[in-house]
């Protein structure tokens, strides 16, 4: 693992494992995506930023599972889904989608769908500008 991806799970090593299954299936699904830490996130892009792994608080801290990651999607549309924690719509046709991972496990199918939805989402826009989620 690298530097800066330790560094930014300092005081949250639980979540690390967390986020060694999310990168390994987002590379492995999306061999063209490169990641880039941040202060607060770690996006993964292509063109542009398609998902972000975090570890912001999107509900009160007493409905966060200890450790967690969150999980953020830029979509086209919102989630009907009880897994999205919070969703907003930044702008017409563009949805911001938070979802709390608190196990392994939650990285699945079903959410390697909605990241998938998300890559080709954001491969569909135009320009050169890169956006973030």
Known sequence: MDADILAFFEGHAGALP???????????????????????QITFFHRHVFACASLIRVRRKADMPDPCLVVTLGLPAPLSSPRAAVQTQPYPGRWTVHIVIGRAEEIDGELMGWAEEAYWFSESKRGGRKETV
């Open 18 to 40: 967390l986020y060694e299954e999310l990168e390994n299936r987002l590379l492995s699904a999306f061999p063209d995506a490169q990641r880039r830490v941040q202060k607060t």
